[in-house]
């Protein structure tokens, strides 16, 4: 499984492997480029099921 990346959010470098304690590592990627977009991919999916919650909420509003 050497073909997974991951990104370090404390110090913001990308990995390939678990180089990285669970604590400080986001993946896996299946590329660098993910990985080095992990913040923008995490930030996307949140919005994406705020939204989703969002009309959840509201479904008999």
Known sequence: MTNQWFFNPSNGEVSQGKEDGITDRMGPYGSREEA???????DERTKAADAYDEQDENWGA
């Open 36 to 42: 080095e977009n992990a913040l923008k991919i995490a």
